[in-house]
């Protein structure tokens, strides 16, 4: 586990990675990085992937278009 803190940067707030978590998540300066929130309302971080960032984007679209039958369908 790592213990990230959270800094100003500019008029924003940002969190340095260490080296080591760096290194595991294959990741270099300037690379982006995916953070998705899970149902228990933690965040999970990845490397960014063309292929999921598109996934993402559909499953926003459809989450979007068809909201109403996605929330009665949870009601179930």
């Not at 926003?60 to 179930?76: G, P, T």
């Amino acid at each position: 586990m790592y213990e990230l803190k959270v800094r100003a940067v500019g008029s924003s707030s940002g969190v340095l990675l260490p080296k080591e978590m760096m290194i595991e998540l294959g990741l270099k300066q300037g690379d982006s990085v995916f953070a998705t929130k899970a149902p228990d309302g933690s965040f999970r971080i990845t490397p960014f992937d063309e292929g999921f960032a598109e996934q993402m984007k559909v499953a926003e679209e459809v989450a979007s278009d068809y909201r109403d039958v996605l929330r009665a369908l949870a009601k179930r």
